[in-house]
């Protein structure tokens, strides 16, 4: 299997329940802020992005907030499911750049 | 479509010699990028090209070149190769588009070892 994610932190959550997963970010300047999901052995994958004027934003299951007061954005996944198992990382679209830049990540564990 | 694809899937390489990872993607995309990812250290963007015949730096591009003469390829060449650049290395698009230029499309990735 994939050897990513030694260090990284890991969320333990019963089945059924929901997830929140947390990330602290550090450019002002940054226009959007988009979460990835990255399963063992694969590349990452988009889940939701959020733009950097909103504070809420809503897709099928998932849910991101975006605090800039204290510049912290968070995935909540409501109930969640075995499927849901992965490294799940915060990214942020830097403002006039077209580039991505990767935050940390965090390991969603799923208990049955 | 085949969406992003990636070769070699392995690579091991002595200290000192180069050589060219390959990216390709099918869908047009006018946004490319390359990033490492070594363990417990998430991924850091190497190179980026907004489109054909424009590249620019990322946060680590110190090692390794690119160029972008197409719009569907996108290769990573490392000039002289390091046992710290022994990682797994991610190539990924994006369309313009503005409300879907998030969402990249990653390839599986090359596994490369320095020797």
């Known amino acids: 299997g994939e050897s990513v994610g030694l260090h990284l932190p890991t969320l333990s959550v019963q089945e059924g329940d929901n997830s929140i997963i947390n990330c602290a970010y550090s450019n002002s300047a940054s226009d959007y802020f988009i979460w990835y999901k990255q399963e063992s052995g694969k590349g990452p994958q988009f889940i939701i992005d959020?733009?950097?004027?909103?504070d809420k934003r809503q897709g099928q299951r998932v849910t991101v907030l975006l605090n800039k007061t204290v510049k912290h954005l968070s995935l909540q996944i409501a109930a969640t499911q075995p499927g849901d198992s992965a490294v799940y990382f915060c990214a942020e679209r830097v403002g006039s750049a077209s580039k991505i830049i990767f935050g940390s990540g965090t390991r969603l564990s799923i208990r049955p | 479509n085949a969406g992003v694809t990636q070769t070699p899937k392995f690579q091991v390489l002595k200290t000192g010699q180069s050589m060219t990872l390959q990216c390709a993607q099918d869908m047009n995309h006018e946004y490319m990028s390359w990033y490492r990812q070594d363990p417990g250290m998430g991924l850091r963007l190497i190179h980026y090209?907004?489109?054909?015949?424009?590249?620019d730096q990322g946060e680590v591009p110190n090692g390794y070149n690119v160029s972008r003469s197409t719009t569907e390829d996108f290769p990573l060449r490392l000039l002289s190769a390091a046992p710290s650049q022994t990682s797994v290395y991610f190539c990924?698009?994006?369309?313009?588009?503005?409300?879907?230029?998030?969402?990249?499309?990653f390839g599986p990735g090359t596994r490369l070892t320095v020797l």
């Open positions: 090209s907004v489109g054909a015949g424009i590249t």
């Open positions: 959020i733009r950097s004027n909103m």
């Open positions: 990924a698009s994006s369309t313009r588009d503005r409300g879907k230029m998030n969402e990249q499309f």
